[in-house]
C-alpha cells in the first residue's frame, strides 16, 4: 500500500512561518504531481499549491509570494514553507500525490491532514 505522512502543523502567530511536510511511502514506482490543499471551517477543500515532478510550480494568488513548495524525489517528500502567515490561512491542510504504483496503478492519494492556525 502507499501512505501519504504530514508533519509541521501548529499554532502561529500573524507574520510567523511554519514549514509542512509530507513523506510518501510503501509500494511506489514513482510520483508525478505532489501538492498541498486546505479546507477551513465551512469551506470547500481548495488547492493551495502543486509540484510537478519536473519542479514546475502552481500556486493560488491567495499564497502567492508568501508560500514555497518543494519536494525531493529520492526521499519521496514534498514541502511547504508558509511565510507572512494571515488568520485566513487558518485551515487543515492535506498533502496528495499522484503515484504510479508497483502494480501498475496510478491513483491520487491524502495524507490525513495537518491543522495550521494563525492567531495571536
Known amino acids: 500500500q502507499v501512505q501519504l505522512v504530514e508533519s509541521g502543523g501548529g499554532l502561529v502567530q500573524p507574520g510567523g512561518s511554519l514549514r509542512l511536510s509530507c513523506a510518501a511511502s510503501?509500494?511506489?514506482?514513482?510520483?508525478?504531481?505532489m501538492g498541498w490543499y486546505r479546507q477551513a471551517p465551512g469551506k470547500r477543500r481548495e488547492s493551495v499549491a502543486v509540484?510537478?515532478?519536473?519542479?514546475?510550480?502552481h500556486y493560488a494568488d491567495s499564497v502567492k509570494g508568501r508560500f514555497t513548495i518543494s519536494r525531493t524525489n529520492v526521499k519521496k517528500t514534498v514541502y511547504l514553507q508558509m511565510d507572512s502567515l494571515k488568520p485566513e490561512d487558518t485551515a487543515v491542510y492535506y498533502c496528495n500525490a499522484r503515484i504510479l504504483s508497483t502494480n501498475g496503478y496510478e491513483n491520487d492519494y491524502w495524507g490525513q491532514g495537518t491543522q495550521v492556525t494563525v492567531s495571536s
Open positions: 509540484i510537478a515532478r519536473s519542479g514546475s510550480t
Open positions: 510503501g509500494r511506489i514506482f514513482s510520483i508525478n504531481d
